[in-house]
């Protein structure tokens, strides 16, 4: 998806951030079909708040920032290469994204650039210590998932 430092830049050209969780409830401690369910369920919410702030950020101007930081980028082989860095908002997920079967990633230019969600860790973002910063749980109750997610957007 690109390098940490890349990662980092781009990030860094957003003003603000909203840092946010679900916690579903699993049948047990190892509901690996639970977790599958609601880490899906999760990413169709992101898909969600993706849409709504395409419609709310459509008149958003362009931001000389991360123009630059598209026109430094070199490295086409990273999926952020690909993406529309340029945009007033970036919605990003936990763990990998699974928003296309099959992907086509590394080998080929992402095929849906537009809801491609970043990962919170591959940003940097220690997302244990950022919750627990801000008072949020990061591990739920007993028989628990909790995924998180961030809007990072400029007004």
Do not use: H
Request: proline letters at 5%; hydrophobic letters at 35%.
């Amino acid at each position: 998806i690109g390098g940490l430092n890349e990662l980092i830049a781009m990030c860094k050209t957003y003003d603000n951030a909203v840092f946010f969780n679900e916690t579903s409830g699993l049948e047990d401690a190892f509901d690996w079909d639970g977790m599958m369910a609601s880490g899906s369920k999760f990413c169709d919410k992101l898909l969600e708040i993706n849409s709504a702030c395409k419609r709310i950020f459509a008149d958003q101007p362009d931001n000389a920032e991360r123009q630059a930081l598209k026109d430094s980028s070199q490295n086409k082989t990273s999926a952020l290469a690909w993406l529309d860095i340029e945009r007033p908002f970036r919605v990003f997920g936990s763990g990998s994204c699974e928003n296309c079967d099959p992907c086509t990633f590394p080998d080929k230019p992402c095929k849906d650039p537009d809801n491609f969600f970043i990962p919170l860790e591959a940003a940097g973002i220690y997302v244990g210590k950022l919750s627990k910063d801000l008072n949020m749980d990061y591990t739920g109750a007993q028989d628990t998932v909790t995924y998180f997610g961030m809007l990072l957007y400029n007004d």
